[in-house]
């Protein structure tokens, strides 16, 4: 994908398949779910001992966010080769 308008287009596609089971309301959000911030330093490395610990245990219980972990993990460049 070189093209910046593909990759869109592909986050798109992949965020409203992961996505689907709130656009149907099975899956809504809760005081306990993940706020966009921690979501992006767990992406980002930047959470550790309690905080990943607790992000961990939620994201593996509730569809909604272990539905966005799984389209941000589906999203993230792939580590170069050397």
Do not use: K, N, Q, Y
Not at 48 to 57: R, Y
Not at 66 to 82: F, L, Q, S
């Amino acid at each position: 994908m070189t093209d910046p308008r593909d990759r869109d287009d592909s986050m798109d596609l992949l965020l409203r398949r992961a996505l689907h089971p709130l656009a149907s309301g099975e899956a809504e959000a809760s005081p306990a779910c993940l706020d966009a911030e921690t979501m992006a330093a767990w992406m980002d490395g930047g959470l550790s001992g309690p905080a990943l610990t607790a992000a961990e245990a939620h994201a593996a219980t509730c569809a909604r966010c272990g539905a966005i972990v799984a389209a941000m993990v589906r999203t993230e460049e792939p580590a170069a080769v050397p």
